[in-house]
C-alpha cells in the first residue's frame, strides 16, 4: 500500500528530465494518479510510459500555466474526470540569468509570467475544488534563490521569493478549510536544465559538478529529481498533515554553509 493511494495529483512541468519527472515518478509509486500539465506533450508522455512500466497510473494535459483560460479548462477536466483533486505541485519553471540592470522588460515579464503567475493561476483554480473537498495539498517548487542568491540571479530570486511568500498566504487563508500549503526549496539538481546552464559556464560539466558538491555543499552528492519527489510525496501524505506554511529545503546542506569549502 502506497501512502497517496487513491489520490489524484497534478504536477505542473512533469516532462523532461528534471525535477518534475522525479516528482511524478515518487507520487506514483505511493499510489497517486499523476496528471502532467505541460506545453512538451511528448516528453510528459515518455514519463507516462515510464511510471505505467512500474505500475503506476499518470496522464497529460496539454496546458501552459502562464495562460489562465489553459489552466482553468485543465483543472476543470481532472476534476470531471477523475472526480478529485488532492495534491497539486507547482513545479514548472524557466530560469533567467542576467543581472537586474541588464534584463529588459520581456525578459522580466515572461519569466515573472511563468514562475510566479503561473504558480498563483493553477493554486487559483485548483482551491475552490479542494475548499468543496475539504481537503487539499499544495506544494510549491521556489528555490534556495529565494533566502540567498548569486550575482545574475537576482529577478529569478525575487520570483522564488514570491512564490514561498505565496504559499505562506495561501496556508493562513485556506488552513481553515483543510487546505496545507508547502514550499519546497531544492539546491542545485541533476537534470537537462542543470547541464545545459553548467554547460555554458564551464568546457568540463562533470568536473565542474564535482567540485561543486564538494565545495558549495555539506553533503557531497549531487541532489537527484527523486529527493525532492520523496520531500514532496511526504508533505502530501498523512505525515505531513500538521505541516503547512513550511518552506522546507533540500539542498544538501548550502543554505546553512557559512562560505564555499574552496
Ligand atoms: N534544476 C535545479 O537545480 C533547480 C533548483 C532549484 C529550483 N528549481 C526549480 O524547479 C522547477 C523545475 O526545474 P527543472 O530544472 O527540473 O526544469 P526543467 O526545465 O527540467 O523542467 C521544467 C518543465 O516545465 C515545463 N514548462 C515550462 N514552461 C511551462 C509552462 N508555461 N506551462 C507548463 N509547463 C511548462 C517544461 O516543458 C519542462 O518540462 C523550476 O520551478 C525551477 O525553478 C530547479
Redesign the pocket.
Known amino acids: 500500500m502506497g501512502q497517496l493511494d487513491g489520490k489524484v495529483a497534478v504536477v ?10 522525479g516528482i511524478c515518478r515518487v507520487l506514483a509509486r505511493q499510489g497517486a494518479h499523476v496528471v502532467i ?4 506533450v511528448e ?2 508522455q515518455e514519463v507516462c510510459r515510464q511510471i505505467e512500466d512500474e505500475g503506476g497510473s499518470a496522464t497529460v494535459v496539454l ?4 495562460r489562465s483560460d489553459n489552466v482553468r479548462q485543465a483543472v476543470e477536466m481532472v476534476v470531471e474526470e477523475k472526480h478529485s483533486l488532492d495534491i497539486l505541485v507547482n ?5 533567467l540569468i542576467r543581472p537586474v540592470a541588464e534584463a529588459n522588460e520581456d525578459e522580466f515579464d515572461r519569466l515573472a509570467a ?2 510566479l503567475r ?1 504558480v498563483w493561476l493553477c493554486c487559483k483554480y485548483a482551491i475552490p475544488h479542494m475548499r468543496r473537498q475539504k481537503q487539499g495539498s499544495i506544494i510549491n ?5 529565494s533566502r540567498a542568491t548569486l550575482p545574475q540571479f537576482g529577478i ?1 530570486a525575487a520570483m ?1 521569493a514570491g512564490v514561498a511568500g505565496l504559499t505562506r498566504g495561501i496556508a493562513v487563508q485556506y488552513g481553515p478549510d483543510g487546505i496545507r500549503a508547502n514550499t519546497v ?5 541533476d ?4 547541464r545545459e546552464i553548467v554547460a555554458r559556464i564551464s568546457d568540463d560539466v562533470e568536473a565542474y559538478l564535482e567540485d561543486f558538491v564538494h565545495s558549495e555543499q555539506a553533503l557531497p552528492n549531487l ?1 537527484q ?1 527523486e529527493d525532492i519527489g520523496n520531500l514532496v510525496a511526504f508533505l502530501a501524505s498523512d505525515g505531513g498533515r500538521m505541516i503547512t506554511g513550511a518552506e522546507i529545503p533540500v539542498d544538501a546542506g548550502m543554505w546553512v554553509q557559512l562560505s564555499s569549502r574552496r
Do not use: M, R
Not at 513545479?91 to 530560469?95: E, L
Not at 517548487?141 to 534563490?145: E, G, K, L, P, Y
Open positions: 505542473t512541468g512533469g516532462g523532461g528530465s528534471g525535477i518534475g519527472h500539465f505541460e506545453i512538451d516528453a510528459a496546458a501552459d500555466i502562464s513545479n514548472a519553471g524557466i530560469g511563468i514562475d503561473g517548487i521556489a528555490s534556495v534563490h529569478y522564488k526549496s531544492p539546491g542545485l539538481v537534470g537537462k536544465q542543470t541532489i529529481p
